[in-house]
């Protein structure tokens, strides 16, 4: 049987992965992925052979994962978080066809917006959505309209890719169009390096968010009109009726 598994390791923090994820893991003989994930697996993978290319190289890792499992050597492309979450699980089934032979197996992960709003409280009570701050793939005037759209519907929403070394203000534009649906004070949150060293995370109001410097490694959280900060944790609030 010819298979390549499509494998979410979550955060970072090996106590995150899910049995399933290291059984896929250990069934494999080769594993790609971007060289960080590969190198926050340490030993789990030791012995493996590696596949890797660097950051923009997704559509031939992908092509080589590919070609490696057609070859009869079980292969895990690894992501963070969840493969399926801006992550190559996609780009995968899109060139699928191309090996008819290799069976696709996907193993979930913890994505971000989970394990980012475990550190913070419990932001994400109710409904809520998940965009991505980068216009690598997705045009900007698109990404404006869903966070639009965001405030219009009082979503709690999660910002993954809030910042790059390209694109500094992004986060800034994102709050200034949050801002003209929610007030100033509106409870936010940032998690950086979740389940890895240098972990670190803030609450903040709306109008600290749209002056503060972000990188890659941090996910942003913005709360609705029912979020609230209590104990140092932020909370969406459900609507139970309690003292
Ligand atoms: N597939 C990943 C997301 C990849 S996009 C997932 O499901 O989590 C990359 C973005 O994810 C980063 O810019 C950041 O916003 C978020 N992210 C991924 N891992 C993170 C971590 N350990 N700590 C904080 N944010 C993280």
Redesign the pocket.
């Known amino acids: 049987m010819k298979r390549l598994y499509l494998v979410?390791l979550g955060?970072?923090d090996a106590a995150m992965m899910t049995a399933e994820a290291c059984a896929a893991l250990d069934d494999s003989a080769a594993v790609a992925g971007y060289p960080l994930y590969l190198d926050l697996l340490g030993d789990r993978i030791a012995g493996k052979e590696r596949l890797t290319t660097p950051m923009r190289g997704e559509l031939e890792r992908c092509r080589m994962a590919l070609a490696k499992a057609d070859e009869g050597t079980t292969t895990a492309m690894v992501?963070?978080?969840?493969?399926g979450?801006?992550?190559m699980a996609g780009l995968v089934l899109e060139l699928a066809s191309e090996w008819p032979e290799v069976q696709i197996v996907s193993v979930p992960?913890i994505?971000?917006a989970i394990s980012?709003a475990a550190v913070l409280g419990a932001p994400l009570m109710n409904d809520f959505a998940v965009i991505?701050l980068s216009d690598l793939l997705t045009p900007w005037p698109m990404i404006e309209r869903r966070l639009e759209g965001v405030g219009l519907a009082d979503l709690v929403v999660a910002l993954?890719?809030?910042s790059s070394h390209k694109r500094k203000d992004h986060l800034s534009r994102a709050c200034d169009i949050l801002l003209k649906h929610r007030g100033p004070g509106c409870v936010c949150g940032l998690?950086?390096?979740?389940?890895?060293d240098g972990r670190a995370s803030e609450i903040l109001s709306l109008a600290e968010l749209r002056d503060t410097e972000v990188d890659?490694?941090?996910?942003v959280f913005i709360g609705n009109s029912q979020t609230v900060e209590l104990g140092g944790r932020m909370v969406t609030r459900r609507g139970y009726a309690h003292d």
């Open positions: 979410g955060p970072g992501c963070s978080g969840d493969a979450i801006y992550g992960g994505t971000a980012g991505s993954y890719n809030p998690v950086r390096n979740i389940g890895r890659m490694f941090t996910t």
